[in-house]
């Protein structure tokens, strides 16, 4: 177990429920400045948030798309420790998806059940007033995975996505999509050419340089805006994200 991941649970014991609000409520962060997550991501964290604007300057409010080659690269713990980060430490009103279907990490994570999920929301085009998270009194929001597998035609509807995403930009600062890995699923392939930047998560010492390339290479093909690597599980459980732009 990773401090990183520790941090996020102590952090998730700070925040007290889990419910719904409408879009226009103005809420403050119940994680404090002084929580285990801050004193252990901060740094990293503003690291990524730096490179992030500095690739996009023209941006406001941002969608950023994390994802993997394969799966435990760790991409869901970075992309909720970023999004986390980005709402409390930034003041931001951030946006986490959880667009992995199979795994539902985030769900599990802060024990909620959605049968509508993002995929559903695409192809239904539900209102997200109705299928979003507030977690705790925070401004962090979570639009859950939902609980089937089954692959939602929706989002492979560029007119559909680019909808959703412009809807979502005008109603969150910043919008985190926490994407399955490429060798499962294609679905972070649909969503990729849509978001402002897509960041690779690589667990460090254990992907090959190829691999990371290859996943590169097919984001790139398929019109994605790829900004970069984040290093993740570094050895001697050095809380570190290194920042490092593909060319």
Avoid at 64 to 72: A, E, L, W
Avoid at 131 to 159: A, D, E, K, Y
Wanted: glycine share 6%; charged share 20%; net charge positive.
């Amino acid at each position: 177990m990773t401090k990183i991941y520790e941090a996020l649970v102590n952090a998730s014991e700070q925040v007290h429920s889990v419910q719904t609000a409408p879009a226009d409520v103005k809420v403050k962060p119940v994680v404090t400045a002084n929580s285990a997550l801050d004193q252990v991501t901060d740094a990293e964290m503003v690291t990524l948030s730096h490179a992030i604007e500095s690739l996009l300057p023209n941006k406001e409010r941002k969608v950023i798309q994390f994802v993997g080659s394969k799966p435990r690269e760790g991409v869901s713990t970075v992309s909720r420790g970023f999004a986390t980060f980005s709402s409390v430490s930034m003041n931001k009103r951030v946006l986490l998806i959880d667009s992995d279907r199979k795994t539902t990490t985030q769900n599990h994570f802060f024990g909620v059940k959605n049968s509508i999920g993002w995929q559903e929301g695409v192809n239904i085009g539900a209102d997200i007033q109705d299928v979003m998270m507030q977690i705790g009194g925070s401004s962090l929001f979570l639009w859950p995975s939902s609980n089937s597998s089954r692959i939602s035609t929706g989002i492979f509807n560029p007119q559909a996505i680019t909808a959703l995403i412009e809807t979502l930009r005008g109603q969150f600062d910043l919008v985190v999509v926490d994407s399955s890995p490429l060798a499962q699923s294609p679905d972070a392939l649909a969503l990729a050419p849509h978001v402002d930047g897509v960041l690779l998560v690589v667990e460090a010492e254990n992907t090959r340089w190829r691999v990371v390339e290859s996943t590169k290479d097919r984001l790139k093909a398929c019109g994605a805006n790829v900004l970069g690597v984040v290093f993740n599980k570094r050895r001697l459980h050095i809380p570190t994200f290194i920042y490092k732009r593909l060319r």
